[in-house]
């Protein structure tokens, strides 16, 4: 049979199909390779704003007691991970703590955290919450922290980030063991061994979480 010209002339113009499967590979690997640059990138980045953490500011005298103008603890909903933007963190359940806790958890932060998180070996982890300081010069800080138990004692696991950051992944890194019992005096929603349950504490002042 033959074919007509018509007929060639139209297959002539049709691209072959492996090099149209070749097209459509390249733009796959290329949105993908774009998934993950902006995945990486709101993972590390986005949210990071260079500068000291504020327990380092605390520590150098470059914010003094008296820059505090309050100090909030955030409830950390585990199914919901970590808060990496302003519009997240607005909808975390928080208590303000009173003068008296703020100047007892200053002076722990400033003169009890030591630089970097020691490894133990499988520790058991307890607790996780997150702070909010709020200063006079118009910034405020987000700090990280999570309780745990090993041979014995109870520690807190601390990260620290810089000013007016919200990506917890660029926080510095520190270890608080006065904080722990600190926490358990003040945070509402703290457990640990002997206090299992994440229900607020109703002996707390003015009963609000």
């Known amino acids: 049979?033959?074919?007509s010209v018509t007929e060639?002339?139209?297959a002539a113009k049709k691209p072959p199909r492996r090099k149209r499967l070749f097209v459509l590979a390249g733009f796959?690997?290329?949105?993908?390779?774009?998934?993950?640059?902006w995945g990486m990138y709101s993972l590390f980045f986005s949210g990071v704003n260079p500068g000291p953490s504020v327990i380092d500011e605390l520590r150098s005298g470059m914010i003094a007691e008296a820059d505090i103008?309050?100090?909030e603890i955030l409830k950390f909903d585990p199914g919901a991970g970590?808060?990496?933007s302003e519009s997240e963190y607005s909808r975390k359940v928080r208590k303000q703590i009173g003068p008296a806790a703020t100047k007892q958890l200053i002076g722990i932060l400033t003169t009890s955290s030591t630089n970097?998180?020691?490894?133990?070996?499988?520790?058991?982890?307890?607790?996780?919450?997150?702070?909010?300081?709020?200063?006079?010069?118009g910034?405020?800080?987000?700090?990280?922290?999570?309780?745990?138990?090993?041979?014995?004692?109870?520690?807190?696991?601390?990260?620290?980030?810089s000013k007016n950051s919200t990506n917890p992944n660029g926080a510095d890194e520190y270890e608080n063991i006065p904080l722990a019992d600190y926490l358990k005096e003040n945070d509402p929603w703290y457990?640990?061994?002997?206090?299992?349950?994440t229900r607020h504490r109703p002996s707390f002042p003015d009963n609000d979480p």
């Open 69 to 71: 103008k309050s100090i």
């Open 28 to 37: 796959g690997v290329l949105l993908g390779l774009v998934v993950v640059i």
């Open 1 to 3: 049979m033959n074919v």
């Open 8 to 10: 060639k002339q139209a």
């Open 116 to 137: 970097g998180h020691k490894h133990r070996n499988h520790p058991a982890t307890f607790y996780y919450g997150i702070l909010r300081i709020d200063v006079a010069q």
């Open 82 to 84: 970590w808060p990496f």
């Open 191 to 197: 457990r640990d061994i002997d206090s299992p349950t």
């Open 139 to 161: 910034c405020h800080f987000y700090i990280f922290y999570h309780l745990g138990y090993y041979n014995n004692q109870y520690y807190v696991y601390v990260d620290a980030n």
